[in-house]
C-alpha cells in the first residue's frame, strides 16, 4: 500500500489530519483531566471488631482466629494481616493484584457476608464487626482551621458550616473533618456521698436510662384517626439532668441529682485526637474531588467558594494550607509543559544544525504535531495529564522523531541523488513504512510488562505505556503522510548536489574507514564488544539498587512513639514541645501535627497511622526539599537525646506505591517471648552495623496492667461476681455511660464517674465500695480481692496470613539506598538461629521491589514474544531476526556507564529506561539490516552493501541518540524521572559510537569472506 502517495496526491485528506492534531491538541491542553499522580486502586479493607474487657490473647484466640478462618475461604484473597489489641481486633484484607477496581465493590460485599456469617461464632460481649472499605480515599486538598478562644461547641458548629458550604462545590465528592474536641455530659459523685446516703451507682444509671430511653408508647384511634402516643424524652437540657430524681422507690427519701453530684458539660477528657498547626489548637478539613474531574479546578472552586464565604465565618477564624494539590499540579504540569516545549526546541535546533532547515522544520513540525495529536488522544480516552503521562512524551521524544527522521533523511538523499521531490517522497516512505512499522510495534511492545503488570505499579505506571503506545504509531502514520507532503513542500537541494554522493562528506568517510577496518578483523571486534558486555554485566554490581525515588515535595514527616499504653495527653505534651522546637528551625514554613492517629490520606502515597494514643506527628513542610535531610538529621539526633523514652524517627515523601519501613526482617512463629527474643537479637545486630536508623519492632513494649487478684469465695459469700468487681473498676477509672443526651443532630454521651481527686489515685481503687445484691449492702472492694498485681501483658499482637509475626524495622542511613543497606546486615540477619517452627522473610523495599520486577517479569515474556514474532515476520527469515537479537544485551554498556558515571541508583525507573531504549535499538537494527538486504537484492556485494548501508544509517541514527540524550535533559531536574534521565544519557551516546559497527560486525560473521 502506497500510503505516502495518497498523502501527496491527495493533500486535503493530510491537511485532515494536521489540523485535528493541531486543533485536537489544543482543546485537550485545555480539557484534560489534571492530577498529581496518577492513581491506582488500594485494594485493601478494615475489618474491626470490638471485644469490651477481653485482653489481646483473649481478643486474638476468640475473635481475630475466627474472622480470618472465614475470611480465607475467600479466593480473591491475596494476604490477611491482624492486630490484636485489648478489647479491639484489627484485620487487614488484602486483594489479589489481579483484580481491578470495578471488580472491587462486588468483592466487599462477600468479605461482608463472610464477616457477618461468622458473628455467630464469636462471644458474647463481641461485635458487631465493621467493614471499613474506604480509608483508601484521598483528600488532596486539605486545611488546618484555627479558632483561638471559641469553646469546642462553637468549634465544632464551625466544622460542619465549612463542611456544609464546601459540599456544595461542584465537583466535591467528599469533605471530612478531624480534631474537634467532642464534649460529654459528666456526672461526678464521691464514693462518700455515695455511701452516706445509701445510693448504689446502678441506681443512678438506671434512673438516667429510664428517664432518657425513647420507648414505643402505642397509639390510640380518636373518631376515624389513629394517633400515636408519644412519651418523649425527658432529659433535654442539662438541667433536666440536674433535676432527676434518685433515692429509695415509693418513698419520699429521694433527692435531686445536682444535690449529690456535680454535673457539667465539656470537652472529653480523653481526646480521640488531638491536631495543632504552627503550635495552635486546630481542626482539619479535608476535600477530596470526584473520580476523573480536573483537580485544579476543583481546588481553584474551593479556593474561590472558601473566600466568598469568608465574611460569614467569625472574626479570629483562619485557614491555613497543610497540601494543596491543586496547586502542586499546577505548578508540577506547567514546568513539565516548559520542559516539553524546551525538549522540542531542542530536538528541532539539532535536527536544523545536522540537516539544515528546511529538513529540521519539516521533522520539527511533524513532531510537534505527534505531541499535539497524543495529548489530544489523552483526552480521548480520559488519561489524565500527570507525572507519568507527561514524562512518557519527554521520555518517548527521541522515538517520536525517529520514524520522521528515517523518512526525511531518505526523501532528502533520493532528491541529491536526482529524483523529483513527489518520487523520492513516495519512494523513501514506501521503501521505509513497513520496517518502521514492526520497529515501532517492537518499541511499544518494550513496555508490554508495564502495560500488562496487574499490580500498583503497573497501574501506577500504565499511563506511561499507553502514552508512548499513542504516540508511537501516530509518529508512524504521520511520519508517512506529514513528513512527506511537507517535504515536497519545503525539501530543495542545490542543482549540483545530484552529481555528488551524498555520503562523500569527511565524517561518512572515517566513519566507513573505522567500519572497514573492524569488519576486516571482525573476530577480534566481536570479542571485544562481548568482552565489554561481560565487563558491564560484571559492573553492574557496583550500581546502587533502590525502588522509587524520593518526591520533590518539600514535605517531611517526624514520627514520634512513646512507650505503648501511654496516655494521649503526655504524648500530645511532647509533641507540643516538640513542634515549638521544629519552628525555629530556619527554613521551616509550617508544621501541623497530629496527636491519637494520623492525618487524612491527603497524598495516594501516604499511609495514615491507625489510633494509638503513644502516636504522634508532625508534617513538616520547609522552603526547599534540599533542606530536609540535614534538618532531619538534626532531630533524630537532638530529639533522642531529649526524649529517650521514646521512638522518634524522620520519613521522607516518595513517588509510588509504598509506605512502612524500608528495610524489614519478619520473625514468623507461635511464641510471643521466642518471637520478641528473635526480634531483639536482630534489632541489635542491626544497631550495631552502624548504617540503620530508626530501628524498632512492630509488637511495641508489653504494657503494664493493674490486675484485681479477685478472690472466689468471699465474693459469692458477698453476692458479688467479676462483672460487678469490673463495673466498680471502671466507674472509677474512666468513668461508665450512663445515657445520650440529645442536642439536635448531636448525641452527647453522659458520663458518670468520681471526681478528679478520686480517679486519678490509683490507691483508692481498694477502697471503692460495691452493692452488694444481698439486702443492698456495700461491700469495700479490698473484701473480694487480694490485693493488686501490676503486671506485664502484651497489648499488640500481629500476625500475617494467620501466623504471629514480630517485624523488626529500619531505614538507611542518609546516603545509602535500601538495598545497601540491607546488604551490610543480611549475613547478619540470617546466621540468627531459628529454633523449629520459626522462619525468617524480608519485607520492606526489597519485597515491594522483588513483587513488582516479578509481576513485570510474568508480563515480559508475552512482549518479546511478540517483538520476536513480529521481528521474523518482517523479514521471513531466522537469521536478521537473530542478528538483530543479539545486539540487543550490549546496551547493558550505556546502562552502566550512565549509572556509574552519575551516581544514580538503578530502581524502577531506570528499569523503564533500559527497556524502552532497547525497543529504540531494535527499531535502528530493524531498518539497518533492512537496508542491507535492499542492498544485497539490488545486486551489490555483500561486503559493500554491508558498509554503505551502515554509512547510510550513520546520520539518522546519530540524530535520533542526539535528540534523545538532549531530550533527556529536562528530566534531569526531575526526582522522579532523574533515574531515566541518567540512565538514557548513559546509554544514547555510547550506541551513537558503537551501535552501527557492532550491528555491522555481528552480520559480517553470518556473510561469507568477501575475498571468497
Known sequence: MDIARAAI???????????????????????????????????????????PGATAEEVEEEVT?????????????????????PGMSEIEVEIKMTYDGTQLPQIWDELRRKVGDAQRRLPNGAGPSVVNDDFGDVFGIFYAVTTPGFSAREKREIAKFLRREVLTVPDVAKVATDGEREEAIYIEVSNERLASLGISVDQILATIQSENAAEPAGATRVGDARLRVAVRPGLDTVRAIEALRVGRPGTTEQLSLVDIAEITREPVEIPDQLVRFNGMPAFTLAVSGVADSNIVAVGQAVEAHLRAIEDRLPVGVEIHPIYEQHRVVDE?????????????VIVIAVLMLFMGW????????????????????????????????????????????????????????NMQRGEKAREAAREAARRTQVPLLGATVIGIMAFSG????????????????????ISLLLSWVLAITVTPLFGCYLLKVAPDSRERDPYAGLIYRIYSAVLRGALRVRMLTVVLLVGMTGASIWAFQFVDQAFFPESNTPLFYVNYTLPQGADIRATARDIDEITQRVMQEEGVVSVASFVGRGAARFMLTYAPEQPNTAYGQLIVRVEDRAMIDPLAARLRADLGVDFPQAEIRTERLFFGPGGGARIEARFSGPDAATLRRLGEEAAGRMRADGGLIDIRQDWRQRQMVIAPVFNEERARIAGLGRADLAQVMNFSTTGVRAGTYREGEELIPIIARPPERERLDPGQLQDRLVASTRGGAFVPVAQIVDGFELVAEETLIRRRDRVRTLTVQADPLPGLTADEARGRILDAIETIELPPGYRLEWGGEYEASAEAEESLGRQLPLGF??????????????????IIWLVVPMSVCGVVLGLLGSGLAFGFMALLGFLSLSGMLMKNAIVLVDEIDAQIASGRE???????????????????AVTTILGMAPLLTDAFFRQYGGDDHGRPGLRQRTHPDRRAGIVCNFLPDPAR
Open 332 to 344: 508540577a504540569i506547567n514546568d513539565f509543559i516548559v520542559n516539553l516545549a524546551m525538549s522540542v
Open 65 to 85: 482466629e475466627r474472622l480470618e478462618s472465614a475470611i480465607q475461604q475467600m479466593p480473591q484473597l491475596d494476604r490477611v494481616t491482624s492486630k490484636s489489641m
Open 450 to 469: 508495564i502495560g500488562l503488570s496487574p499490580d500498583a505499579t503497573g497501574e501506577f505506571l500504565f499511563s506511561l505505556f499507553a502514552v508512548i503506545g
Open 942 to 960: 555483500r561486503f559493500k552493501a554491508l558498509v554503505d548501508a551502515s554509512v547510510s544509517r550513520l546520520r539518522p541514527v546519530t540524530l535520533a
Open 865 to 882: 514474544l511478540v517483538m520476536l514474532i513480529i521481528s521474523i515476520l518482517l523479514f521471513g527469515r531466522v537469521r536478521q531476526p537473530l
Open 358 to 413: 528546511r529538513v529540521g522544520m519539516v521533522v520539527g513540525a511533524t513532531l510537534l504535531l505527534t505531541v499535539l495529536g497524543t495529548v489530544f488522544f489523552m483526552r480521548v480516552f480520559n488519561i489524565e495529564m500527570e507525572r507519568i503521562s507527561l514524562g512518557a512524551l519527554i521520555i518517548a521524544m527521541g522515538m517520536l522523531v525517529d520514524n520522521a527522521i528515517v523518512v526525511a533523511e531518505g526523501m532528502l538523499i
Open 9 to 51: 496526491d491527495k493533500p486535503v485528506n493530510t491537511w485532515i489530519i494536521v489540523l485535528i492534531c493541531l486543533l485536537g491538541g489544543i482543546w485537550g491542553l485545555l480539557t484534560v483531566g489534571r492530577l498529581e499522580d496518577p492513581s491506582f486502586t488500594i485494594k485493601q479493607a478494615v475489618v474491626l471488631t470490638e471485644y
